[in-house]
C-alpha cells in the first residue's frame, strides 16, 4: 500500500485518492482505510518513512570516519539521490504542510537531531559557517528538490547543490585553503 500511495502522490499529489490507492496496490478500500483512516494518515506514514531514511544516512555518516564536513556533504548528498529517485518523498519534502508536519513530528525532530549533530560538528572543525542551523537545512533541501522539478533544460540538482554548498564553507574552510596552493 504504501508503495502505491508514494507512486500516486508522486504523480497525483494532493489530488491522490484513496480508492486509487487500494487499486494500485490490489487491495479492498476497506483495507488501505484500516490502516491508515485518512489521506492525511496515509501521507504522514509516507513523510515519517522518508525523514527516517534522511535521518537514517546522516547516523551513518556520522558513524563513519568521514570529516565532518564530508559527513554533511554524504547526507546531504544521499537524501537528495533518495529524493531524485522517489518522487514521492520529493512531494513529501516540497508540498507537505500543516497538519501532515505535525503528525511526523517526532521523525522530522529526530531528523533535526541528526541535522544539528551534522551541523555542530562540521562548525567545531571551522568549515561550516556558524550562523547556519537544522531549519536552514531544511530549506536547502527543499530548494534543492523544488529544482528537480523545474523542467529547465541543463537544469542539475548536483550543480545547485554544489552552489549551495560552497556558499555554506566557512571562510576559513579547507576548499579555499586548496584553492590558494
Request: with cysteine.
Amino acid at each position: 500500500m504504501l508503495e502505491a500511495a508514494r507512486a500516486l502522490f508522486a504523480a497525483e499529489g494532493a489530488d491522490t485518492q484513496m480508492d486509487d490507492v487500494a487499486a494500485r496496490a490490489g487491495v479492498g478500500l476497506g483495507t488501505v482505510y484500516r490502516h491508515f483512516p485518512t489521506k492525511a494518515a496515509l501521507a504522514a506514514e509516507l513523510v515519517a518513512e522518508g525523514l527516517a531514511r534522511f535521518a537514517q544516512h546522516g547516523t551513518d555518516a556520522l558513524n563513519s570516519a568521514a570529516s565532518p564536513w564530508d559527513a554533511l556533504v554524504t547526507t546531504v548528498s544521499q537524501n537528495l539521490e533518495l529524493a531524485e529517485r522517489d518522487a514521492g518523498t520529493r512531494y513529501a519534502v516540497t508540498q507537505v504542510s500543516g497538519a501532515t508536519w505535525e503528525a511526523v513530528e517526532p521523525a522530522r525532530a529526530k531528523l533535526h537531531e541528526v541535522y544539528s549533530q551534522l551541523i555542530s560538528a562540521a562548525q567545531a572543525e571551522k568549515t561550516l559557517r556558524a550562523d547556519f542551523g537544522s531549519e536552514d537545512l531544511e530549506m536547502v533541501m527543499r530548494g534543492i528538490c523544488t529544482s528537480m522539478d523545474s523542467g529547465q533544460a541543463g537544469a542539475s540538482w548536483r550543480r545547485h547543490l554544489g552552489y549551495v554548498l560552497d556558499g555554506l564553507r566557512s571562510p576559513g574552510g579547507r576548499r579555499q585553503a586548496e584553492l590558494r596552493s
